[in-house]
């Protein structure tokens, strides 16, 4: 049976079949086929895509719709006859992306879609094209996908997105917010200040510093030493609360990667809220733990809307047992 494919973080799988029938109703049909992903019949493609992009659904990463299913793929030209007999006109190039039920990279499946349809006259990419061919190898069947990149959430397979680790880097921690930029297309202000709330040892700073920020980085912690000689970094060694008892500084972005529970994090950004110009930017993360992460999710996003426009809400590859929420100062 075809139908929409979604990937998740697998230990997220019940979280995001509860959201899908929160969204769309308890009769649509819903099957596991593989540790990080899923089929579901009933939706649309589009409307799952709305519904993840706005953050009523945070636990689906990637999206595409499914156009077969094999023990093993098919001989080339019936390969390439499938994919292209989907699409509404010949394509010049299209995205391929493929991915493992584990670790692995798929990198063989791929190299056999990108034969097939090279030899057909198509250009072969691994990403920025308007249609993604998608290829998950489980354990039981290979399943093929097809997709517009703008309903597929992620440019990269499964949305499991990799970042190089570059030795500049302070933390691991970097990847999140680098991911949630590239995944949302975020453009931060130019010449714009930010505040970076529980910043040690500095990673989300340098990250705001890559993209022309001047960053106010609080915590009472220390930052990499690397960071202390750049004069557009001001480290404040304080907590949160104290910073802004005494700060007068206003701000075009704040994000708050701190160690604490939704509804916390949530109320902290509200406190940041009044630093914050009108429209100005905030990120955070909102940190799963318990046994129920949805519903503290859902809690800490209430709390948020009181002061921000929730722009999007997503379990993203970086964020382990995390939502990324990204919102706009009313």
């Not at 489980?138 to 997709?147: D, E, F």
Request: net charge neutral; with cysteine; aromatic share 6%.
């Amino acid at each position: 049976m075809s139908g929409v494919l979604f990937s998740v973080a697998a230990d997220s799988y019940d979280w995001a079949v509860r959201e899908i029938r929160g969204e769309f109703g308890r009769e649509v049909r819903i099957e596991r086929i593989g540790g990080d992903i899923g089929r579901v019949t009933g939706p649309t493609v589009h409307e799952l895509a709305q519904a993840c992009d706005v953050g009523r659904i945070m636990f689906v990463r990637h999206l595409t719709v499914e156009i077969g299913s094999f023990e093993e793929l098919p001989p080339d030209y019936e390969l390439a006859e499938l994919v292209l007999g989907e699409l509404p006109e010949y394509p010049k190039a299209l995205a391929v992306q493929a991915w493992t039920d584990g670790e692995g990279t798929g990198g063989s499946y791929y190299h056999r879609i990108e034969q097939a349809l090279t030899d057909r006259g198509v250009t072969v990419t691994r990403s920025d094209q308007e249609y993604v061919v998608s290829c998950f190898v489980g354990r039981r069947a290979v399943v093929l996908g097809l997709n517009r990149l703008a309903d597929s959430l992620s440019d990269w397979p499964g949305g499991r997105m990799r970042l190089a680790r570059a030795d500049e880097r302070v933390s691991r921690s970097e990847f999140k917010l680098e991911e949630a930029i590239a995944t949302f297309g975020l453009e931060l202000p130019a010449g714009g200040k930010a505040v970076d709330l529980g910043a040690s040892p500095g990673g989300w700073t340098r990250i705001l510093r890559q993209h022309g920020q001047e960053v106010w980085s609080v915590d009472p912690g220390g930052l990499d030493s690397r960071l202390l000689t750049d004069r557009r970094i001001h480290h404040v060694q304080t907590t949160a609360g104290e910073f802004f008892r005494r700060n007068r500084v206003g701000f075009d972005v704040v994000v708050n990667d701190m160690r604490m529970d939704q509804v916390m994090s949530a109320r902290m950004m509200l406190d940041a809220a009044a630093h914050l110009r009108r429209g100005g930017l905030a990120v955070v993360t909102l940190k799963g733990g318990g046994r129920n992460p949805l519903d503290g999710a859902r809690r800490g996003l209430d709390v948020l809307r009181q002061g921000y426009d929730v722009l999007h809400a997503r379990q993203l590859h970086h964020n382990r047992n995390e939502i990324t929420v990204v919102a706009r100062k009313h």
